[in-house]
């Protein structure tokens, strides 16, 4: 199946309550394909085109605050009129999964597939000390089995999840294996609005605190949670780590290309890894402070001008060298120029 | 010690379950008090306090999810017609209503108005308009009035450079998904049972799922505007409801 269309039934199949979207290349295929199998027929899953992106993440936030699954998705100029309800969903926590299939920016760009939007989902694009749990899809495989994982991190920690693909994942059909039909859940939360229970005080949500000390009580308790997170959720993938000398890292569909160069590199007797990080956030820091004891150096691949590759240097801290090589407005990288960048920046380097 | 003085025969008025007991931030002499007051008796004497999801607007009444005793949502500004779409279209068997003033609903809101409207979501909306941004200190709105000063107009909104106040509530009626649209007031009492009859009305269409039901409330604002609230309300009368006039604007068809 196309990456899309993939994660568009994946989304029908983990019982999802509620879809609000707005077209945009490269990823109109989710909500098409979502109009086109009538999710409210087969689930009672709503399916609504919005009049923008903005009006999208506010109706998630309506039926998030509602305690149900809700989902939006879109492409990086979409996302970025997203980031204010986002930032409210955040500061009001309330669980959610955002998509972003991610083409070349700034500006309008490009609708090439790129990682540009690596600070903006992992640092937070919109206002305030908030955290998004970002999973980086490889694979259409991925991309499905994330939309079932993120909506159980959502509830979990009542946090949007935002799964980062690009339009290459979203664009290419692989084989896939799809889970079983998941029900639907009538909510029975006590933090959402679902009605006022007789004798019980009426429920809100909000993200305002007026008073800067209730405030700053929001805030620690978010950056608790953050904590609990980062001590939880880390997700990668480690290949020929083990005596590896020098190491490569990248994520989502860069990996595959660096895989290929990693594999090359490995024909002519280098001995170089691969580091896969599939959360960007949680990002593997322990597991990159450890490797960098081992390696005498890291190599940062990504489809955009040197994003992650900061988050890879603060937590080696120092210990070992870490260079980035990039492509980007939509230009991916070849095996052989990443062999090449790993020859010239770390190893001769 | 009220309870003393009034016997519960001669009760004919009392306090409406659907408000908390929480002290309005509301300046003296605003019509805010009133207006949600009758939505809570609205929505008490209906019976659906437990079915009822509001969402509260950025503006003056951002806090109004701390007085009225039903489940609420607080949006971003402008988005709570987005905010209640979502909400109704999950929960399309509870009463949903928005609360917004005319800066969230006329100015940054303007297109999830539309749209909402435009899609006939099964929502009440109700508008506050006192041409003015009150939360934020008084300055220009997209319903001030040609002439008017406000802090970001301090030598009156010129036309030529500030546009005309818009009379959104003209324009939504126009709308195919908009079935019940009125102005009301809430300044004098005969003007505070129309607002509540008009107000029941649309929450009982919203149980026959009849599309969006848009209350227009022409308000006050005695502190932005600079004048003692019976000042303001004269005021009022004499400048806003020329512009602004009261009444049906469209009514159901099928009635």
């Keep these: 199946m196309k990456g899309n269309e993939a994660l568009a039934e994946a989304a029908i199949r983990a019982g999802a309550d509620a879809y609000f979207g707005y077209p945009i290349t490269p990823q109109s295929e989710v909500i098409e394909y979502l109009m086109a199998n009538k999710p409210e027929d087969r689930t009672g899953m709503v399916v609504l085109q919005a009049e923008s992106e903005i009006a999208a993440i506010n109706m998630v936030y309506g039926a998030a605050g509602c305690g149900k699954k809700a989902m939006t998705s879109s492409s990086s100029p979409g996302m970025s009129l997203k980031q204010e309800g986002i930032s409210y969903i955040a500061g009001a926590e309330l669980p959610c999964l955002l998509v972003n299939v991610v083409r070349g920016g700034p500006g309008l760009g490009t609708i090439q597939p790129s990682q540009s939007d690596y600070f903006q989902s992992v640092k937070g694009g919109g206002h305030g000390d908030y955290k998004l749990i970002v999973l980086a899809p490889a694979t259409v495989q991925e991309s499905v089995d994330y939309v079932k994982l993120g909506f159980e991190l959502a509830f979990k920690y009542r946090n949007p999840v935002m799964i980062q693909s690009d339009g290459i ?45 209730e405030q700053e009580k929001v805030n620690h308790r978010l950056q608790a949670k953050y904590r609990e997170i980062e001590k939880n959720e880390v997700m990668f ?27 090359m590199a490995r024909a002519k007797g280098i001995k170089v890894g691969l580091l896969r990080p599939q959360t960007l956030y949680p990002f593997p820091v322990d597991e990159f402070n450890k490797l960098a004891d081992q390696v005498k150096g890291i190599l940062c691949v990504e489809m955009n001008a040197g994003q992650m590759v900061e988050d890879v240097r603060l937590s080696v801290n120092g ?30 380097g | ?50 079915q009822t ?3 509260a607007p950025v503006g003056c009444s951002v806090l109004a999810y701390y007085y009225f005793n039903v489940d609420m949502q607080e949006a971003a500004h402008g988005r709570a017609p987005a905010v209640a779409t979502g909400i109704k279209r999950v929960f399309p068997e509870k009463f949903v209503f928005t609360y917004q003033g005319d800066g969230d609903l006329a100015a940054i809101g303007t297109a999830e108005t539309i749209h909402a409207i435009n899609r006939g979501e099964n929502i009440l909306i109700v508008f506050v308009n006192n041409g003015i941004y009150g939360m934020t200190g008084g300055q220009m709105a997209p319903t001030t009035l040609v002439g008017m000063k406000s802090s970001t107009s301090p030598f009156g909104r010129d036309t030529k450079t500030m546009g005309s106040p818009l009379k959104i509530t003209e324009l939504i009626a126009q709308l195919p998904g908009a079935y019940f649209v009125t ?33 227009e409330i022409v308000s006050n604002c005695p502190s932005n505007w600079k004048m003692t609230p019976v000042q303001s309300n004269k005021w009022m009368e004499e400048n806003m409801f020329p512009y602004y006039p009261l009444g049906d604007i469209k009514v159901p068809e099928d009635n």
């Excluded at chain 1, 990288?333 to 770390?346: F, R, Y």
């Excluded at chain 2, 129309?194 to 599309?211: F, H, M, S, T």
């Design chain 1, 169 to 213: 994942i979203g664009q290419m059909m692989e084989k896939v294996e799809l889970f079983e039909q998941m029900p639907r859940v009538e909510p029975n939360y006590e933090w959402a609005t679902l009605g006022k229970k007789t004798d019980q005080p009426a429920t809100f949500i909000t993200s305002l605190q007026l008073q800067a000390e």
């Design chain 1, 237 to 263: 993938e480690k290949i020929n780590c083990d005596d590896a000398e020098y190491l490569f890292t990248a994520f989502g569909s860069c990996a595959r290309i660096t895989r290929k160069a990693m594999e």
């Design chain 1, 319 to 348: 210990k070992t060298r870490v260079e980035h090589f990039g492509r980007y407005g939509g230009m991916i990288p070849n095996p052989d120029e990443i062999l090449n960048a790993l020859e010239q920046k770390i190893i001769g």
């Design chain 2, 1 to 50: 010690m009220s309870e003393n003085l009034i016997k519960p025969e001669n009760l004919v008025y009392q306090k409406t379950e659907a408000l908390t007991d929480r002290v309005m931030h509301y300046c003296p002499g605003c019509g805010h008090g009133t207006a949600h007051r009758i939505l809570a008796e609205v929505i008490q004497e209906m019976g659906i306090m437990d």
């Design chain 2, 53 to 55: 999801i509001g969402v």
């Design chain 2, 183 to 215: 102005r009301q007031a809430v300044h004098k009492p005969g003007n505070v049972r129309k607002a509540k009859k008009a107000i029941r009305k649309a929450l009982e269409y919203q149980k026959l799922d009849k599309g969006t039901c848009f209350v």
